[in-house]
């Protein structure tokens, strides 16, 4: 028998039965410290911040998704991100988008230029910018596709190519398209990052983060760092999230086939300026789109005719839509990323516009969620 397909693998991958109990769904070991035969003889668990079963479990099953050789969770997704960022020293040199998630932006920006490590933000779907861009000391291009909140899609096999070439890694954030919807280790990307707190784990009952990789020179310092920075998640946020995975490929299915309805129903409408949804055929990325996802997603990002007072207004009377940041889960939420989960880049020349707003479309019944959207426009 071949490889098992995703949707087996979602299931199975990391999860086998109990082998005490023959207990179908992997336990919760809510334990801090085992038992040692001896002193410094155990069964390869001796306490719980370095190595937890449950943890375990959700490990392998990302990494089998991910089509990886090793994956590590942490506490949330920044956790994940902080902790890649530790593969870098001072004097490197970082590129990402110049829409990148605001909490990666303050990250980059804020925290890391005070240990001497450089980055620059821009338009990452012009090659010849990035190209420009890369210094002596560039040791990263970190990727989000489709980006948040633009949902622009990057060229993961290109930009992976112009970085190696250079002696640069590739980290791709692959929370929006989930590694259902792509797969960036085999287009090229030497890592790849979630927040699992968004489709992964997708009932917005649980923050955590991973990252996956296939280079063990690559794995060995970030298994370290996890321990010795110890931003790890419990073994119950591993089991929701672990919960969570065995609906991923048909939740995605149905997150995707509503926001191509609700890009579809937005489009002409008299207070809709652009409506940007990599499924629709004048997206500047929907060629790429097609040819390295498989589905295009459930976010739906739209501008709002007017100013930002107008925007705003439209997500205070949605009904269906929540007005909440994070996104991924069954229920849709509606975001105003500039005054919501990228305000710390106002007043900067990457602020994200007034009028925008952010749609994460849930699996409710796609004419309700149009009805209400349409409503909130009226």
């Known amino acids: 028998m071949g490889r098992h397909r995703f949707e087996t693998r979602a299931i199975h991958d990391g999860q086998e039965p109990d082998p005490t109990t023959g207990a179908v769904i992997t336990p919760i070991y809510q334990t801090s410290t085992y038992v040692q035969q001896a002193p410094g003889e155990h069964r390869g668990y001796d306490y719980s911040r370095t190595v937890n079963p449950t943890r375990t479990a959700l490990e392998r099953a990302l990494a089998s998704l991910e089509e990886g050789e090793y994956g590590l969770a ?22 990402a988008p110049d829409d990148v ?26 090659l010849s910018r990035v190209e420009g861009a890369v210094r002596e000391r ?13 949902l622009k899609i990057l060229d993961i096999a290109a930009l992976g190519r112009l970085a190696h070439a250079t002696g640069a890694l590739v980290a791709v954030d692959n929370t929006f398209a989930t590694p259902y919807g ?78 191509a309805k609700i890009a579809q129903a937005l489009i002409g409408h008299p207070r809709v300026r652009r409506v940007l949804y990599p499924g629709l055929p004048d997206h500047p990325g929907h060629a790429l789109a097609r040819q390295q996802m498989a589905n295009f997603g459930g976010m739906v990002s739209f501008v709002v005719a007017g100013d930002g007072a107008a925007a705003r207004g439209v997500a205070s009377r949605t009904r269906l839509f929540l007005l909440a940041e994070s996104l991924g889960g069954v229920e849709s939420l509606i975001d105003h990323p500039a005054s919501m989960t990228h305000a710390g880049l106002a007043g900067s020349h990457l602020a994200v516009e ?5 749609l994460s479309v849930g699996i409710e019944h796609a004419e309700d969620l149009v009805e209400d959207l349409l409503q909130a426009l009226a």
Not at 104 to 118: C, D, K, N, S
Not at 138 to 150: A, D
Not at 214 to 223: A, F, G, I, Q, V
């Open 74 to 95: 942490f506490a949330s997704g920044m956790a994940a991100i902080t902790t890649m960022a530790l593969l870098l020293k001072p004097g490197d040199h970082v590129i």
């Open 101 to 126: 998630y605001g909490g990666t932006h303050r990250l980059f920006a804020r925290v890391l230029e005070r240990y001497g490590i450089a980055s620059t933000f821009l338009d990452m779907t012009d």
């Open 138 to 150: 560039t040791r990263l291009l970190f990727i989000e596709t489709p980006t948040n909140p633009y």
């Open 182 to 259: 792509q797969q960036p280790l085999r287009l090229g990307a030497d890592l790849v990052i979630h927040s699992t707190t968004k489709y992964l784990g997708g009932h917005s009952d649980v923050v955590g983060g991973a990252v996956v990789t296939s280079r063990s020179d690559l794995y060995e310092p970030l298994k370290f760092h996890q321990n010795a920075v110890g931003a790890v998640p419990g073994p119950f946020d591993c089991w929701l999230v672990l919960r969570g995975l065995r609906t991923l490929a048909l939740r995605m299915e149905r997150h995707a086939q509503n926001a």
């Open 354 to 358: 007034e009028g925008l707003l952010r």
